[in-house]
Structure formats: structure tokens, C-alpha cells
């Protein structure tokens, strides 16, 4: 079993930056793949951005250059840095580690952007 654990959501006017945090514990793997996920009312969960363990990289466009995502493996950590955040990135942000063919998900932390 894996647990996943995110910190860091909370209220930002639009244009600022967070700064999200995702522990995972567990049965780890060496070769997995960290990611993020959000999904605001009344829509889909999207992804967001992802890495695996050897540092490729999958970004959805509409994020593409304003949000970061990085690994610490000696952790087991992911950041998700967020910068010239808009009104449409409120969302609740949700951290998943897949190995294989299980995923394993957080509980969600709330982004919230104001104008």
C-alpha cells in the first residue's frame, strides 16, 4: 500500500503563486510516476502535470509555463509550483503516485483564486 499526502493549497489572488507539496509513503517503487490532478465543480478530473522517477515530464497545455512540477526520489516528494495563477485554476489538486497498473491518490487540497 501507498499513502499519499498533499499540503500547500489555500486562497491567492489571480496572478500569484503557490506552492504544493506531495509526500508519499509506503510500498514505494524506484520507477513510478508522481503527478497532479485537479478537478474544479462540476467538472472532470484533468491532469495537470507528472514526472517519472527518471525526470520526464507531461504537462497539460493550458498550464504549460506557469506551473512546474519536481521530484525529490530520495523523499519520495513532488512539488507543484504554481505561478501566474489564474481564476480558472480553482480547483481542488490532488496528488496520485502510479506504479504499475494501480494508481494511489490523496485526499485533495483546495486552490482557490481570487480576482
Known amino acids: 500500500q501507498v499513502q499519499v499526502v498533499e499540503s500547500g493549497g489555500g486562497s491567492v489572488q489571480a496572478g500569484g503563486s503557490l506552492r504544493l507539496s506531495c509526500a508519499a509513503s509506503?510500498?514505494?517503487?524506484?520507477?513510478?510516476?508522481m503527478g497532479w490532478s485537479r478537478q474544479a465543480p462540476g467538472k472532470e478530473r484533468e491532469l495537470v502535470a507528472s514526472m517519472t522517477s527518471g525526470g520526464s515530464t507531461n504537462i497539460e497545455d493550458s498550464v504549460k509555463g506557469r506551473f512546474t512540477i519536481s521530484r525529490d526520489n530520495l523523499r519520495n516528494m513532488a512539488h507543484l509550483r504554481m505561478d501566474s495563477l489564474k481564476l480558472e485554476d480553482t480547483a481542488v489538486y490532488y496528488c496520485y503516485v502510479r506504479q504499475g497498473s494501480i494508481t494511489y491518490w490523496g485526499q485533495g487540497t483546495q486552490v482557490t483564486v481570487g480576482s
Open positions: 509506503g510500498s514505494i517503487w524506484s520507477g513510478n510516476v
